[in-house]
């Protein structure tokens, strides 16, 4: 199994940045991904920034050269740095880990975390 904690996020002003991580624990050894999604009242999960493997990146357009994802492969811990941050997105923004388990992928999710973007 594996456990997903995030942690950051909060009320932010327009324009201005914030850090999430997430620290994964248990068997992290079958993780082959980490990243971000995030989801919007009225809207469905989206992609927001996954590390596929230890270096291949995928940003969701909406924040290219806004945000920057990271991994520390010996601390298991994904962060996303977000700046110049729009009140469109204003969500609750989940970790994600894929595990490889016998050839199997298998999604995990934190529990979420609010960032709101406002004056």
């Known amino acids: 199994q594996v456990q997903l904690v995030e942690s950051g996020g909060g009320l932010v002003q327009p324009g201005g940045s914030t850090r999430l991580t997430c620290a994964a624990s248990g068997s992290t050894f079958s993780i082959n991904a980490m990243g971000w999604y995030r989801q919007a009242p009225g809207n469905r999960r989206e992609l927001v920034a996954r590390v596929e493997g230890g270096s291949t990146t995928i940003y969701a357009d909406s924040v290219k050269g806004r945000f920057t994802i990271s991994r520390n492969n010996a601390k298991d811990t994904v962060y996303l740095q977000m700046n110049s941050l729009k009140p469109e997105d204003t969500a609750v923004y989940y970790c994600?880990?894929?595990?490889?388990?016998?050839?199997?992928?298998?999604?995990?999710w934190g529990q979420g975390t609010q960032v709101t973007v406002a004056s």
């Open positions: 994600y880990a894929r595990r490889v388990v016998r050839n199997y992928d298998y999604d995990v």
